[in-house]
């Protein structure tokens, strides 16, 4: 029996000593979010459903089916979303982390950020939350669903280290 090979240590990246996770409100933000959209479209499945020449059978199978998707997509997928979602700022870069079956990593050198912007819309704003955008000349990056405070604090942070003028 061959004995397993030993673990080879690699250098830590640049973010992985400071991961932090988004705001524990981004749960209820998303699931409200979700349910704006799935909603609408489960009352109209349920409408073509009864509309459409089918068994009665088939028509409560297909609109339960509809129904618990929906509510398990709502239940499940925002707290997934923020458990696998993970952001690091450090001096020289910002570090993203999101997907589950499709993982990306970004790294943003501070050096390529051009502007940065904070993005609050109507529920976004009740909820006490807020987003921020980096834009660099290959695109944008957003790091969604931060508490407003630290999204401010990230906002101007971020504009130093990349020597972003603050007009605001």
Request: with cysteine; hydrophobic share 55%.
């Amino acid at each position: 029996m061959t004995e397993p090979a030993p673990a080879v240590a690699r250098p830590p990246l640049p973010g992985d000593d400071g991961r932090r996770q988004l705001s524990a409100r981004a749960v209820p933000y998303w699931r409200l979010g979700l349910a704006l959209w799935l909603v609408p479209a489960c009352i109209v499945a349920t409408v073509v459903l009864i509309l459409v020449d089918v068994s009665p059978a088939l028509r409560v199978v297909l609109g339960v089916a509809a129904w618990a998707a929906a509510a398990a997509v709502i239940v499940l997928v925002p707290r997934i979303r923020r458990r696998i979602w993970w952001y690091a700022i450090g001096e020289e870069e910002v570090d993203l982390h999101e997907g589950l079956v499709v993982v990306t990593r970004t790294v943003v050198p501070m050096v390529r950020v051009q502007h940065v912007d904070l993005h609050r819309g109507p529920l976004s704003t009740r909820m006490g939350l807020a987003e921020i955008e980096l834009h660099t000349a290959a695109g944008s990056v957003t790091i969604p669903a931060l508490d407003a405070p630290e999204a401010e604090r990230i906002r101007a942070r971020v504009a130093v280290l990349a020597r972003v003028p603050d007009d605001v």
